[in-house]
């Protein structure tokens, strides 16, 4: 993609770095951050040419301000976080401006709804406004995943206070060719419940 050619891009939550792989092979000079070592670790057994590797906080990015033309992240880093206005503010300050921060989420609607990809996961089992973070615990009642709801309204609040500019919100739509389940997700219920939220946003 000719857009991307010679870009400076942040990948913020990027596991074992899979964008930032497909964006260096589009000619960008990706940075991928995350959190985990073994992610991290995971990047460079699998290849990681071209880009660079950071382990880092998402709330405190270790850049210079203006140090890229855009950010992306890909169901990373603000579902886990539970302020996710200063994650927002940290991109924002590391952005050029005019630069853009592309991030998704499970879309927040999801949420009121069990994780089951037949019927019974058509039926409304919880309140779409109660915004009680989601724990898993291990056997010694340790968390050990711990992943924060937002509604729609709340991501838009959020992206506001921090600074940037949203232009668009992208709901993806079931692709009539995909015939495959996956988790909670089928055509089933992708053809009636969005499964994705993407955000844009721009620093001005």
Request: hydrophobic fraction near 45%; charge should be negative.
């Amino acid at each position: 993609m000719e857009e991307l050619k010679g870009k400076d891009v942040l990948e913020i939550g990027a596991g074992a770095a899979q964008c930032s792989r497909w964006l260096a092979a589009q000619g960008a000079r990706p940075v991928a951050l995350d959190l985990s070592h073994r992610q991290l670790q995971h990047a460079l057994r699998i290849g990681a040419d071209g880009v660079g590797l950071v382990e880092a906080d998402a709330g405190a990015l270790p850049f210079r301000d203006g140090s890229f033309d855009l950010a992306c992240s890909a169901y990373g880093a603000l579902p886990f976080v539970a302020d996710p206005v200063a994650v927002l503010a940290e991109v924002r300050r590391v952005l050029r401006p005019g630069g853009r921060f592309v991030f998704s989420v499970t879309h927040p609607i999801r949420w009121a709804f069990p994780d089951e990809p037949g019927p019974e996961g058509l039926s409304v089992s919880a309140s779409y406004f109660d915004r009680t973070p989601y724990v898993e615990q291990d056997e010694t009642g340790r968390a050990v995943y711990v992943e924060h709801h937002r509604t729609v309204g709340d991501r838009v609040r959020d992206i506001v206070a921090a600074g940037l500019r949203l232009v668009d919100l992208v709901e993806p739509e079931w692709p009539a060719w995909n015939s495959q389940e996956w988790g909670g997700w089928s055509p089933l219920r992708g053809n009636l419940i969005p499964g994705t939220a993407i955000f844009v946003c721009v620093r001005d």
